[in-house]
């Protein structure tokens, strides 16, 4: 049985990162990345001092773009155009939710899909559909597949079980497994016999946002569970989509939160931004 920390991985990614972000600066390129916020919600400040951490340790640039909550669609679309167009920055991180007045869908098809380094964008997603490299999965997707590559994953043939079907992580994840020959089953909320269709799986993951709703007869034994779900449980402590406390001493291998997926998601975006700074430079 084993606890497959998300610090471990990120590290191991971030090592292969740094080394490039060196070598373009070296060539004269400094990577950077702009993360936009739109307001001060709290937990976008948490995500984006993260981010910032992350680049810091990569030796990527990182700029912080903040806009008034209150901003205007039009306002909002000239300022996202003038970081777009900065020939110093190679990679966007818009943070959500944005504010109700604010429409994101004309953003995804302003952004220069080689700076959509979240796969905002059609162009990165259809990337992800048709397996082509020169784009970006959405960063905790692709998290998940880092996470199951440092265990060593063998994933030809495997029965992968996706609960959760949003285009930022359950779609794309489900695609890239696919794309590594796993046998892939999404469910949803409309799923009949969830915890049944759960069990057959050698790989399970939930990406739901529902507190602890992976209990003991969704798994068995052999099994690894990758538990991307950020939620705040009923002492307001942050948890998981999965009950870890009672399905950890079942299955072979599992991610906690704190401290799994999503500690692996922003070495995934210093990542793309050097991805990205290379095929700009
Ligand atoms: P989302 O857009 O709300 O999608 C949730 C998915 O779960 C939907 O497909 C929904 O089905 C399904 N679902 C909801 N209730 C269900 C139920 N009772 N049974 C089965 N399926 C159910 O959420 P998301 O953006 O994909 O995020 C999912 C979780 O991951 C959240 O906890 C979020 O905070 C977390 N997250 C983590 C990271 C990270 O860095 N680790 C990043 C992004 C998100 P329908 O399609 O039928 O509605």
């Keep these: 049985m084993s606890i497959i920390k998300g610090a471990q991985v990120a590290e191991a990614v ?6 490039r972000a060196e070598k373009l600066k070296a060539e004269g390129t400094e990577p950077c990345l702009a993360i936009i916020r739109v307001g001060e919600d709290g937990s976008e400040i948490a995500y984006e001092r993260g981010a910032m951490k992350r680049m810091d ?5 990182c700029v912080s773009v ?23 920055v190679h990679g966007i991180l818009l943070l959500q939710p944005l504010p109700k007045q604010l429409d994101i869908e004309p953003i995804k098809e302003l952004i220069n899909p080689i700076k959509d380094v979240d796969a905002l964008s059609a162009v990165n997603l259809y ?3 048709v397996g082509d490299k020169t784009g970006y999965a ?13 265990m060593g994953t063998d994933y030809t043939g495997k029965k992968c079980v996706v609960i959760g079907r949003s285009l930022v992580v359950g779609k794309p994840l489900g695609m890239l497994l696919l794309g590594r020959n796993a046998t892939v089953t999404y469910c949803h909320s409309r799923t ?8 057959q799986a050698d790989i399970l993951v939930a990406a739901v946002g529902v507190p602890k709703m992976v209990k003991a007869d969704f798994v068995k034994e052999g099994m690894t569970v990758i538990d991307v779900g950020i939620n705040v449980d009923e ?24 401290g799994g997926v999503g500690a692996v998601t922003t070495s995934v975006l210093a990542k793309h931004v050097v991805m990205a700074a290379e095929m700009l430079k």
């Design 138 to 150: 959405p960063c905790t997707a692709e998290a998940v597949m880092e996470t199951l590559d440092y």
């Design 235 to 258: 002492n307001g402590n942050m948890c998981g989509d999965v009950d870890f406390e009672n399905v950890e001493p079942i299955v072979e291998n599992i991610t906690p939160v704190p």
């Design 14 to 19: 971030s090592a292969e990162t740094k080394k």
């Design 66 to 88: 903040v806009l008034d909550k209150n901003i205007s669609q039009a306002e909002f679309e000239k300022k996202f155009v003038e970081v777009n167009d900065d020939k110093n």
């Design 57 to 61: 340790k990569c030796g990527i640039k």
């Design 127 to 129: 990337k992800v559909f």
């Design 192 to 199: 009949k016999q969830l915890a049944e269709e759960a069990k």
